[in-house]
């Protein structure tokens, strides 16, 4: 690696949650294992983070700290949070001889990224959601040595003049079995048949998701056909909207056909147990789940928004709909529901892309020559 051997790479986190970012970054930390860097991991906070990195065999430290910016608006606030952090992040990147910070999140990359310029570190900050617009974080971002996007939709909401580069997630195909899949799905619904048609929605409960449209999806392929069709709902509930999901599907008749999963993990049998995967979500920053189902074998179909086209090719490796046209998205369903030829060269199709771009060996490679041209810049 042209002279670069053992520089040593920081992935700090808050400790408090796992989601598609965490599981990235893990993918991301067993490939550098195999290569000329060594990953250092941190998190700040015990929590779910920690099991399951422990799971997964990545040996991590604790570094307790009293506050993350941006957690409090406001540049007065900020300002105080990176002054109160900052000598304890530098002594210990400088204890821990740290060549690369490498943060995943936003109270990461806004907490890091001064304290690794004092320091001398390199910094790159991985943006995976679409930034803020508050003026005072502008400065931060613009202070890293390379920001990296996991979509071009990410990339056209960063602030002006920031110099970014886009590198798609990575994903490793799981091994799963439809049939017995299916089986368990049975178990867990108690309605499903060979002839029912199994829909799933797999993201948070939240609003910008649309959950609610997944219910309506379901309604109106029953009023306008006798067809046997549920949906299961698959993830956790941080809003508390199970309750309004429940009444909604009750006021449209078909709460008996929605199943409220949970989160579950492994997501990957529960996937592959579905039909057709519903993602109506709106300025979604990349659509982890699409992937998944790309990989194995279910077909997508997709809200027309942020950056679920950059995934799915209209009608090639996928289907898209306008967002929130329920008519457009119970047509789509149906449609590969009925045609079998259609669906077999989605499938097929979705499958050569999702190996071709998400690979771990191509993400980790891109990450590689990255963090080789920030060091030697």
Avoid at 153 to 176: E, W
Avoid at 321 to 328: H, R, S
Wanted: with cysteine; glycine share 8%; hydrophobic share 45%.
């Amino acid at each position: 690696m042209s002279g670069l051997a053992s520089k040593r790479v920081l992935f700090p986190f808050v400790g408090d949650s796992v989601g598609g970012a965490h599981i990235s970054a893990a993918l991301l930390i067993e490939g550098l294992g195999l290569t000329d860097y060594t990953p250092v991991v941190v998190i700040h906070e015990d929590g779910p983070l920690g099991p399951f990195l422990e799971a997964r065999g990545i040996t991590y430290q604790r570094l307790a700290l009293p506050n993350y910016v941006g957690t409090r608006a406001g540049p007065v606030q900020t300002t105080w949070d990176i002054a109160h952090i900052t000598p304890r992040l530098v002594r210990f990147m400088r204890d821990e001889d740290i060549s690369i910070v490498h943060c995943n999140d936003t109270r990461m990359n806004l907490s890091w990224v001064l304290p690794a310029r004092l320091s001398r570190t390199r910094f790159v900050w991985h943006q995976r959601a679409v930034v803020s617009q508050q003026r005072s974080l502008r400065p931060l971002i613009r202070s890293a040595n390379a920001v990296m996007c996991i979509s071009e939709y990410v990339r056209k909401g960063l602030p002006p003049g920031v110099d970014s580069v886009v590198i798609d997630n990575p994903f490793v195909r799981a091994a799963v079995d439809r049939r017995t899949a299916r089986e368990e799905l049975a178990r867990n619904v108690g309605h499903v048949d060979d002839e029912t048609l199994v829909i799933g929605f797999f993201g948070r409960l939240v609003g910008w998701k649309h959950p609610e449209t997944v219910i309506d999806t379901v309604a109106t392929i029953r009023n306008r056909s006798s067809r046997s069709v549920i949906a299961c709902l698959f993830g956790a509930d941080p809003d508390d909207l199970a309750s309004q999901l429940t009444d909604h599907a009750k006021r449209l008749g078909v709460a008996h056909r929605i199943d409220l999963m949970g989160f579950k993990d492994p997501v990957a049998p529960w996937i592959a147990a579905s039909d057709v995967v519903l993602a109506p979500s709106e300025d979604e920053p990349f659509g982890r789940s699409l992937v998944e189902a790309m990989l194995l074998g279910t077909p997508v179909v997709a809200s027309r928004s942020g950056a679920h086209p950059e995934v799915i090719e209209d009608g090639r490796t996928g289907l898209l709909v306008d967002l929130g046209n329920v008519e457009q998205m119970a047509a789509a369903v149906e449609a590969l529901a009925d045609d079998a030829g259609l669906r077999d060269r989605i499938i097929a199709a979705a499958l050569e892309k999702a190996r071709a771009h998400y690979s771990v060996d191509s993400h980790v490679a891109k990450v590689l020559e990255l963090y080789e041209s920030i060091l030697t810049r």
